[in-house]
């Protein structure tokens, strides 16, 4: 059964710490996965796509990686903000002949304190 | 500015009502999607479409229904046959190609009065 889990479900650090989330994937096959961030009431945004020759990449504060053997991702957010406070969707897209679909993890809730 | 609109933002449904949810997009993208958030759960595909006059059914399409006449919209009904439609609504759209992303609107929270 493809399936993306995350963890940890809820997170609440102090501003200006970083922090780490967790996603793990069973799909198959694999196409590329996606880290969003969604604030409280909005649709998610897209920070960075990761694809299977990918280990590492950054946007800004944001670090993603993604082990294609374990089938494993994180996101490290560095230096965070209070306005980092928000839902973290991992996204995985899978891709055949012809069609492909996107499944999503439950998301990591952060809250991020002054 | 480019980008999906959803409306309305809140929306009340009476017992046995269908309701019809707005999304539109300027993004000339081709695929659009419809997708249903609960608390505690990833998001739930309720029907896609990748072409005008085309879409097809998702996960959860039981109780809705959808059309693409036009490829800037696509408007989700909430038909009298979903029993349990409180929820989150986000409208999607992508480009179709390779390594493409989603784009969301800004969702429609349904609730049941």
């Known amino acids: 059964k493809n399936q993306v889990e995350q963890s940890p479900q809820s997170l609440i650090i102090l501003e200006g710490k970083n922090c780490t989330l967790q996603c793990n994937y069973t799909v198959s096959p694999f196409s590329n996965l996606r880290w969003y961030k969604q604030d409280t009431g909005r649709g998610p945004v897209s920070l960075t796509i990761?694809?299977?020759?990918?280990n590492t990449k950054s946007n800004g504060r944001y670090t993603a990686t993604l082990d294609a053997d374990t089938k494993q991702s994180s996101l490290h957010i560095t230096a965070s903000q209070l306005s980092d406070s928000a839902s973290y969707i991992c996204?995985?897209?899978?891709?055949?002949?012809?069609?492909?679909?996107?499944?999503f993890g439950t998301g990591t809730r952060l809250k991020v304190l002054a | 500015d480019g980008g999906i609109t959803q409306s309305p933002k809140y929306l009340f449904r009476k017992e046995g009502q269908n309701v019809t949810l707005s999304c539109e997009q300027n993004?000339?993208?081709?695929?659009m999607y419809w997708y249903r958030q609960d608390p505690g759960q990833g998001l739930r595909l309720i029907y896609y479409?990748?072409?005008?006059?085309?879409?097809q059914k998702g996960d959860i399409a039981e109780g809705y229904s959808v059309s693409r006449e036009k490829k800037e919209s696509f408007p989700l009904t909430v038909t009298s046959a979903q029993k349990n439609p409180t929820a989150f609504y986000l409208c999607?759209?992508?480009?179709?190609?390779?390594?493409?992303?989603?784009?969301f609107g800004s969702g429609t929270q349904l609730s049941v009065l």
């Open positions: 996204v995985v897209r899978i891709s055949t002949t012809g069609t492909y679909k996107y499944i």
């Open positions: 999607a759209s992508s480009p179709g190609l390779v390594n493409e992303k989603l784009f």
């Open positions: 479409s990748q072409i005008v006059n085309d879409f």
């Open positions: 993004l000339n993208h081709d695929a």
């Open positions: 990761m694809t299977f020759s990918e």
